[in-house]
């Protein structure tokens, strides 16, 4: 069973827009967010992440929008750039369990000149 | 300053043997991760140890163990392997045990496995 559904699977946006990531989840439980940006042949990086205490988090061009209600939170990246062009992952996780992260299968992101 | 290294950075193994990959967390961090990540996939989580025991087990095979040495170095060991174990096998590693504000889980760059 999945518990962090991710949409879309693929995005491509042109230089300048803005590029948006979705993520649903089912625990409850979670509370702690994170988006990871993995480039080819490499680690997932941290990017930004959230706790379910604020609804907004912004980082320079990267926003996280949470909403508890309707457990989901997505990802804005403002301004995108031919250098965002990456494979992004949300995650989710209960911090006060054993810390492990849940992903969801990755959106695939394209920023065309 | 060095981030989380891993070895061997590629390999090819034959179904049925077995394999050991070797993680180095950063300096001063205590917890260890190791995450499976197959082509297309999120990371899955394997295991993660803290002080040197195991905090966590995701849900795979007995096939998989791994441990952490009092240097807060980790092995990740997979036995009797399969062609469905090809993946990116990444560590990662923190300060402490459960992620959060202040506790940042930082990935290294993966081993590279290959089961033919």
């Known amino acids: 069973q999945q518990q962090v559904k991710q949409s879309p699977q693929s995005l491509i946006v042109q230089k300048g827009g803005i590029s948006i990531i979705n993520c649903a989840y089912e625990?409850?439980?979670?509370?702690?967010f994170p988006w990871y940006q993995q480039f080819p042949g490499k680690g997932p990086a941290l990017l930004i992440a959230?706790?379910?205490?604020?609804s907004e988090k912004k980082e320079g061009r990267f926003t996280i929008s949470f909403n508890k209600s309707a457990k989901q939170f997505s990802l804005h990246i403002m301004d995108s750039q031919p250098g965002d062009s990456a494979t992004y992952f949300c995650?989710?996780?209960?911090?006060?369990?054993?810390?492990?992260?849940?992903f969801g299968k990755g959106t695939k992101l394209s920023v065309k000149p | 300053d060095a981030g989380v290294t891993q070895s061997p950075t590629h390999l090819i193994k034959t179904r049925g043997q077995h394999v050991t990959l070797r993680c180095s967390p950063i300096?001063?961090?205590?917890?260890v991760s190791w995450y499976q990540q197959v082509l297309g996939q999120g990371p899955q989580f394997i295991f993660q140890?803290?002080?040197?025991?195991?905090?966590g087990r995701g849900n795979f095979p007995d096939r998989f163990s791994a441990r952490q040495f009092p240097n807060y170095s980790s092995e990740l060991n997979v036995n009797a392997l399969l062609l469905g174990d090809s993946a990116l096998y990444l560590c990662?590693?923190?300060?402490?045990?459960?992620?959060?504000?202040?506790?940042?889980?930082?990935f290294g760059e993966g081993s590279w496995l290959t089961v033919v």
């Open positions: 990662a590693s923190s300060l402490s045990q459960g992620p959060g504000s202040g506790n940042t889980i930082y």
């Open positions: 625990n409850t439980a979670f509370d702690y």
């Open positions: 959230i706790r379910p205490d604020v």
């Open positions: 995650a989710a996780s209960n911090g006060g369990s054993q810390g492990n992260l849940i």
């Open positions: 300096s001063g961090h205590k917890s």
């Open positions: 140890y803290y002080e040197k025991e195991e905090r």
